[in-house]
């Protein structure tokens, strides 16, 4: 289903085919390709599409489309008792991540910082990165070591040890949360983010509210991706680097900290268990599951 904007339908055939050919059977939102601007449909119409997939025997797992905009639009139209009451996969990021952090606080429902349909699987990517999400969301036991190779090129910039739930998404959606109901409790959480089209400049912001919230006081530690943008080379030469503003905010918490870590918008994104306990060790640069993330049927 597609509860923010809507994918190209020719490339959004060429993901669900690849989907597909892991041997999955598809089951497709009534709505999925309606247009309403910048969404795909009209908010009451994708929150009636998520409650049918939550709500359907049938349906094991709910995989979206894309990010984009709108998914927070939905929270006034959804029956948290509902998705409580039939938990089950929730894969997506960007966008997603509204989503994903109001099932975990309101539902207490982990969900999957994964791939998508046109974002992803219609890209052909690399394997590593399907078999790991698959490994995930389908062995009811825990997923063990992330052995990725491309984790080994992320930068330390504070060693040690962290242990807690893995809580966090794409930072700019995590800061929206602020003030809300839906804020994620970061207290002992091993806090992951990344983003895309935004500056340093603008990332800072948005660490810089969390900080002034408190919400980063007590996290366990930083497990942070790729923030890549484009702006001329002048413009570029204004900013801090991102490495310095991490450096700057977050490594006086003294918390392990370590950042280039391909989630999210990546081209073969790394899949992260929203509320399992994971472990981070910053020195290895090594991502260890804790808990299974699903259980038997």
């Known amino acids: ?16 085919a690849a989907v597909e050919s892991y041997g ?8 999925l390709f309606d247009r309403y601007g910048h969404l795909a449909g009209r908010d009451e119409d994708r929150a009636a599409d998520l409650h049918e997939m939550f709500a359907r025997d049938d349906v094991d797992a709910i995989l979206c489309v894309r990010g984009g905009s709108g998914s927070i639009r939905l929270f006034r139209h959804l029956d948290w008792d509902l998705i409580a009451a039939h938990p089950k996969p929730f894969l997506g990021y960007s966008d997603i991540t509204s989503l994903e952090l109001a099932f975990l606080k309101k539902c207490g429902m982990p969900t999957f910082f994964a791939p998508m349909v046109t974002s992803d699987f219609a890209h052909d990517p690399w394997p590593h990165c399907i078999d790991l999400l698959w490994r995930m969301i389908c062995r009811p036991e825990p997923a063990g070591e992330i052995t990725d190779p491309r984790c080994f090129d992320a930068t330390t910039l504070v060693g040690g040890i962290a242990e807690g739930p893995c809580v966090g998404g794409t930072l700019a959606l995590v800061a929206a949360t602020l003030g809300t109901p839906f804020a994620p409790d970061l207290e002992g959480a091993v806090f992951f983010f990344e983003d895309v089209h935004e500056s ?19 996290v366990a530690g930083f497990l942070i991706g790729n923030a890549p943008y484009e702006d001329t080379d002048e413009e570029r030469a204004r900013y801090l680097s991102i490495e310095q503003v991490y450096a700057d905010l977050l490594a006086p918490l003294g918390k392990p900290l370590v950042y280039g870590w391909p989630h999210g918008h990546d081209p073969s994104p790394v899949t992260l268990p929203m509320g399992i306990s994971i472990r981070l060790d910053a020195d290895r640069k090594s991502v260890t599951v804790l808990e299974a993330a699903v259980r038997a049927s």
Do not use: N
């Not at 289903?1 to 669900?16: K, L, Y």
């Not at 340093?200 to 007590?218: C, F, I, N, S, V």
């Open 24 to 31: 999955f059977r598809t089951v497709l939102g009534k709505h």
């Open 1 to 16: 289903m597609a509860p923010a904007s809507p994918g190209a339908r020719d490339v959004f055939e060429r993901g669900i």
């Open 200 to 218: 340093p400049a603008r990332m800072e912001r948005y660490l810089t509210q969390l900080l002034l919230t408190g919400k980063l006081d007590h």
